[in-house]
């Protein structure tokens, strides 16, 4: 029970004026593709938890190295919008709860009854919004719950993991002792760079755009069965300890595979079983891929931004659920490969070809409420250094299954569990819940 809350906006602490300060920022291709909303990450502290006042100290000094953090985006003459880095600052809300985190936290494990009351509000207007956003909610018994959301169009995921470690360090060190590490790589023009005359080669208006005349988007069949809007997406946390992937990538058959992999093989075949589809159907993932270390030339691993592009595995239902682990693995792999320098630089000159007409890009990236049955798409969260996030009386004892709101959407995280292993968080249909977690923990 919330008894108390506050907000202020919470502004970075230079020495010397970023030269970033002030400046326009246009999105690039790769913002524009991303999601057009905010991202929650929800992450539980046990007492004794560091006061208020030090999370907020080790915010400004951290958010000064990502100045976009501390921006809004806005829209120009032409109706597109931009990042403004105008350093109106990070709104931070405190709430004081008459209730013990172990009451928020389920059998140890990361769960949350309302999750979405743990982080701010989502706005329902993204533009001149805080793009950062955080929530401190501190319970009776000294434990801390943080909640932060974050617009997409300002970074991915990698670039955030790297952010947070970053204010984990400024924490712990507090405002005397804190050593500014290198800065990040901020120059967001530097991955969208096209040929002299741009030449995309993929079809990138069907797969990371839509099309001129598309209204809905593009599924992989015409005739795909669509699970009605009438039935409730549930989110559900699954967990796979360590053992259970081990024996995953046994069953690859000699296959090397990592745990991402062999994770999303087994979740890919047991969701396709539980949705009860057709064999002739095909169903496909959405995969999420780094392209940092693909472009050529390459860009620095500590870029902060949007560089994240997706690869696009294929099966028809009738061979997904007949095949082997291995081959399955095989599959996803080989759709990742094809992401690789060439396409990179097809999707960046596809991108100056659009702007060079005035065409304005609509991504195909799932709105809030969409079902993408007979597809997926999934998220790897396993690089998340939780250690690291330790913001100087100990790591987070759980991270909080955020409210997934698309069906068919995952997200594989590293267990805060004692003995370790891989958490899933998934929206599903209701419908297909019970199928599901009956054969979740199985193998063929």
């Given at each position: 029970?919330?008894?108390?809350?506050?907000?202020?906006?919470?502004?970075?602490?230079?020495?010397?004026?970023?030269?970033?300060?002030?400046?326009?920022?246009?999105?690039?291709?790769?913002?524009?593709?991303?999601?057009?909303?905010?991202?929650?990450?929800?992450?539980?502290?046990?007492?004794?938890?560091?006061?208020?006042?030090?999370?907020?100290?080790?915010?400004?000094?951290?958010?000064?190295?990502?100045?976009?953090?501390?921006?809004?985006?806005?829209?120009?003459?032409?109706?597109?919008?931009?990042?403004?880095?105008?350093?109106?600052?990070?709104?931070?809300?405190?709430?004081?709860?008459?209730?013990?985190?172990?009451?928020?936290?389920?059998?140890?494990?990361?769960?949350?009854?309302?999750?979405?009351?743990?982080?701010?509000?989502?706005?329902?207007?993204?533009v001149g919004a805080a793009l950062l956003q955080i929530k401190l909610n501190r319970y009776r018994c000294g434990g801390l719950v943080i909640g932060i959301i974050c617009h997409h169009h300002v970074a991915d995921g990698h670039s955030m993991s790297t952010f947070f470690t970053t204010w984990a360090s400024a924490v712990r060190a507090g405002k005397d002792d804190f050593t500014v590490p290198s800065p990040p790589f901020l120059d967001r023009a530097a991955t969208a760079v096209p040929r002299a005359t741009p030449a995309p080669v993929f079809d990138h208006r069907s797969i990371e755009f839509k099309g001129r005349d598309d209204d809905e988007l593009i599924s992989s069949k015409p005739d795909a069965v669509v699970v009605p809007r009438a039935h409730k997406i549930r989110n559900l946390t699954v967990h796979f300890t360590d053992e259970f992937v081990a024996g995953l990538?046994?069953?690859?058959?000699?296959?090397?595979?990592?745990?991402?992999?062999?994770?999303?093989?087994?979740?890919?075949?047991?969701?396709?079983?539980?949705?009860?589809?057709?064999?002739?159907?095909?169903?496909?993932?959405?995969?999420?891929?780094?392209?940092?270390?693909?472009?050529?030339?390459?860009?620095?691993?500590?870029?902060?931004?949007?560089?994240?592009?997706?690869?696009?595995?294929?099966?028809?239902?009738?061979?997904?659920?007949?095949?082997?682990?291995?081959?399955?693995?095989?599959?996803?792999?080989?759709?990742?490969?094809?992401?690789?320098?060439?396409?990179?630089?097809?999707?960046?000159?596809?991108?100056?070809?659009?702007?060079?007409?005035?065409?304005?890009?609509?991504?195909?990236?799932?709105?809030?409420?969409?079902?993408?049955?007979?597809?997926?798409?999934?998220?790897?969260?396993?690089?998340?250094?939780?250690?690291?996030?330790?913001?100087?009386?100990?790591?987070?004892?759980?991270?909080?299954?955020?409210?997934?709101?698309?069906?068919?959407?995952?997200?594989?995280?590293?267990?805060?569990?004692?003995?370790?292993?891989?958490?899933?968080?998934?929206?599903?249909?209701?419908?297909?819940?019970?199928?599901?977690?009956?054969?979740?923990?199985?193998?063929?």
């Amino acid at each position: 029970m919330e008894i108390k809350t506050a907000s202020t906006l919470v502004k970075p602490v230079y020495s010397i004026p970023h030269p970033l300060a002030g400046e326009k920022v246009q999105l690039t291709v790769f913002d524009r593709a991303a999601l057009d909303l905010f991202v929650p990450t929800v992450l539980a502290y046990p007492e004794p938890a560091p006061s208020s006042e030090a999370i907020k100290e080790g915010l400004r000094r951290a958010v000064a190295l990502y100045p976009h953090l501390a921006g809004r985006l806005a829209v120009d003459h032409r109706g597109r919008r931009f990042l403004h880095v105008n350093n109106e600052g990070v709104l931070v809300i405190e709430a004081a709860l008459s209730i013990d985190l172990a009451n928020v936290l389920a059998d140890g494990m990361a769960a949350a009854a309302n999750v979405n009351e743990l982080y701010p509000m989502l706005p329902e207007e993204n533009v001149g919004a805080a793009l950062l956003q955080i929530k401190l909610n501190r319970y009776r018994c000294g434990g801390l719950v943080i909640g932060i959301i974050c617009h997409h169009h300002v970074a991915d995921g990698h670039s955030m993991s790297t952010f947070f470690t970053t204010w984990a360090s400024a924490v712990r060190a507090g405002k005397d002792d804190f050593t500014v590490p290198s800065p990040p790589f901020l120059d967001r023009a530097a991955t969208a760079v096209p040929r002299a005359t741009p030449a995309p080669v993929f079809d990138h208006r069907s797969i990371e755009f839509k099309g001129r005349d598309d209204d809905e988007l593009i599924s992989s069949k015409p005739d795909a069965v669509v699970v009605p809007r009438a039935h409730k997406i549930r989110n559900l946390t699954v967990h796979f300890t360590d053992e259970f992937v081990a024996g995953l990538k046994a069953r690859a058959g000699g296959v090397r595979c990592s745990t991402f992999q062999c994770l999303l093989a087994h979740v890919w075949k047991k969701i396709t079983a539980a949705r009860g589809l057709q064999p002739e159907e095909f169903t496909q993932v959405r995969v999420a891929v780094n392209c940092r270390g693909r472009a050529d030339p390459a860009m620095p691993m500590d870029f902060f931004g949007n560089m994240v592009l997706w690869a696009f595995p294929r099966l028809q239902v009738r061979d997904l659920l007949n095949s082997s682990y291995g081959r399955v693995v095989h599959a996803i792999r080989d759709a990742v490969a094809r992401v690789d320098a060439e396409y990179v630089q097809s999707f960046v000159d596809f991108g100056a070809v659009a702007d060079a007409s005035g065409e304005e890009l609509v991504a195909t990236a799932a709105a809030a409420g969409t079902m993408l049955c007979p597809d997926l798409e999934v998220d790897s969260w396993l690089g998340f250094q939780f250690h690291r996030m330790d913001l100087g009386t100990g790591p987070p004892c759980a991270f909080l299954p955020p409210d997934l709101p698309i069906e068919g959407l995952m997200i594989f995280v590293p267990s805060r569990a004692a003995k370790g292993g891989v958490d899933l968080f998934v929206a599903m249909a209701e419908c297909h819940v019970e199928a599901f977690e009956q054969i979740c923990n199985s193998v063929d």
